[in-house]
């Protein structure tokens, strides 16, 4: 089993910057693909980005490409999103998820991971 704590999330302007962490406990070794998913109220949950468990390929959704940066710590066993220029339509309560065997492009494709965090709240204000 392996474990994932957010943490985060929080009120920010429009244009303002936010950085989400995913802690993860267990068997972390089993992990392959990390990712971010988000869900608004009344939305399907969406695929926000991946990254592979070695860092050297990612994979974001065309909503924040060029804004949200993924990146990894394995040494920490954490995840992280760092989040820039902010829009209203970010807002959504954000989700950490790993899959032991799925690439970044089918856990953004499918949207369906082995292990879920809890989620944190990212309110973005106009």
């Known amino acids: 089993q392996v474990q994932l704590v957010e943490s985060g999330g929080g009120l920010v302007q429009a244009g303002g910057s936010l950085r989400l962490s995913c802690a993860a406990s267990?068997?972390?070794?089993?992990?392959?693909?990390m990712g971010w998913f988000r869900r608004s109220p009344g939305k399907e949950r969406e695929f926000v980005a991946a990254?592979?468990?070695?860092?050297?390929?990612?994979y974001y959704a065309d909503s924040v490409k060029g804004r949200f940066t993924i990146s990894r710590d394995n040494a920490k066993n954490t995840v992280y999103l760092q989040m820039n220029s902010l829009k209203p339509e970010d807002t959504a309560v954000y989700y950490c998820?790993?899959?032991?065997?799925?690439?970044?492009?089918?856990?953004?494709?499918?949207?369906?991971?082995?292990?879920w965090g809890q989620g944190t709240q990212v309110t973005v204000s106009s």
């Open positions: 998820a790993a899959s032991r065997f799925k690439t970044i492009v089918e856990l953004a494709t499918t949207t369906e991971a082995d292990y």
């Open positions: 990254i592979m468990r070695s860092g050297s390929s990612t």
């Open positions: 267990g068997r972390t070794f089993s992990t392959a693909a």
